[in-house]
């Protein structure tokens, strides 16, 4: 089935730091999603990603959709202790559902 | 505003006693998907509905079972809980599934089971 890998599982940065994380999936994706879950929180959409070789920003967030559309990234650019969570990407293969990649646990330390 | 409610938000059963969790959306979507959650991972989707349609995952144990018996209302059954089956469920709504759209998701029910 597909699998969809996503590294580092935890990430430790301090404040001010930059943090990415990678998402790849086994099979292409039609598309692929990015959550983001607060401790104690559920999963909040963040965008999505459709087109090959897409880049999308959202203030100190860049998101990109690899060429082949089987690899994504979030990168938060000089991260603040409001980015503590766990970073999920959902790649949709077929039609109707996603996978969810394991996460990433970012902390940053003030 | 609330979109999608989950309730409750906490439930306690005991081993073996049915128990039904609900998920309720504001949000007209013809998609709702029930997602297991264990502490530290991913979300693992149980099952989902388009409209009336129900679609099972394939490894979704045959102790979990789902009724949606209107556009707004979905319900996660699970008959003889396990302590295995102790976890954070999320529902989650979104407008179309031929392509999968955003995904809504409520706040969970946390199930304990003693």
């Known amino acids: 089935g597909q699998q969809v890998m996503q590294i580092p599982q935890y990430q430790h940065v301090q404040e001010g730091e930059d943090f990415t994380t990678y998402c790849n999936s086994s099979?292409?994706?039609?598309?692929i999603q990015w959550y983001k879950q607060r401790p104690g929180g559920h999963p909040v959409f963040l965008i999505q990603l459709v087109k090959s070789g897409e880049v999308k920003k959202q203030k100190r967030l860049t998101f990109q959709f690899g060429e082949a559309k089987k690899n994504s990234s979030l990168h938060i650019t000089a991260t603040q202790t409001t980015d503590v969570g766990t970073y999920f990407c959902?790649?949709?293969?077929?039609?109707?559902?996603?996978?969810f990649g394991d996460g990433t646990t970012l902390t940053v330390k003030p | 505003d609330a979109m999608v409610i989950q309730n409750p938000r906490y439930q306690v059963t005991q081993f073996g006693k049915p128990v039904t969790l609900s998920c309720s959306q504001t949000?007209?979507?013809?998609?709702m998907y029930w997602y297991q959650q264990k502490s530290s991972q991913a979300p693992k989707l149980l099952f989902h509905?388009?409209?009336?349609?129900?679609?099972n995952e394939a490894d979704t144990p045959d102790n979990f079972q789902s009724r949606r018996p209107n556009t707004s209302f979905c319900f996660l059954d699970i008959r003889s809980p396990g302590l295995g089956d102790a976890a954070m469920y999320l529902c989650?709504?979104?407008?179309?599934?031929?392509?999968?759209?955003?995904?809504?998701f409520g706040p969970g029910t946390r199930l304990t089971v003693t």
């Open positions: 989650a709504t979104s407008r179309d599934s031929t392509e999968v759209d955003e995904q809504y």
């Open positions: 949000l007209n979507h013809n998609v």
């Open positions: 959902a790649g949709d293969t077929n039609a109707g559902k996603s996978t």
């Open positions: 099979t292409t994706l039609s598309n």
């Open positions: 509905y388009y409209d009336k349609d129900f679609n």
